[in-house]
């Protein structure tokens, strides 16, 4: 009897701990996704236009404020821009405070687009 209710009590800790982990853990991933959607567009708007590297820094540096709650700095951003369309690619981190161990989670959110006719 007195071994039925320690399993139960562990297997009680075990959901508890399960369910701590991905309340913590899977928002950074969803909003990475967010954010990965987030730069396709602003790639794919930049490619038809004449915006400076510089100006599409500051956009995804806005963007990630504003949908992530993430500061990134403008070395964390590459901006490759050529006849062919333009890239861009974030490297950003996120810390993540667990009870027993915090974590810092590292994110390369990455896109690129051609222009029609290249």
């Not at 399960?18 to 928002?27: A, E, F, H, Q, T």
């Not at 963007?63 to 490297?91: F, H, N, W």
Request: hydrophobic share 40%; no cysteine; charged share 20%.
């Amino acid at each position: 009897m007195r071994m039925d209710k320690l399993r139960g009590l562990i297997l009680i800790l075990v959901i508890v701990g399960g369910v701590y982990y991905g309340w913590n853990m899977i928002p950074p991933y969803f909003n990475n996704s967010q954010f990965q959607d987030d730069l396709d567009d602003i790639v794919r708007k930049a490619t038809y236009t004449n915006i400076s590297e510089g100006d599409l820094k500051a956009v995804v540096i806005k963007k990630a404020a504003e949908s992530m709650d993430v500061k990134l700095q403008e070395d964390q951003i590459t901006v490759s821009r050529g006849g062919a369309g333009v890239a861009i690619t974030v490297k950003y981190r996120v810390h993540v405070n667990m009870i027993v161990h915090p974590v810092d989670l590292d994110f390369t959110a990455s896109s690129h687009n051609k222009a029609i006719g290249s």
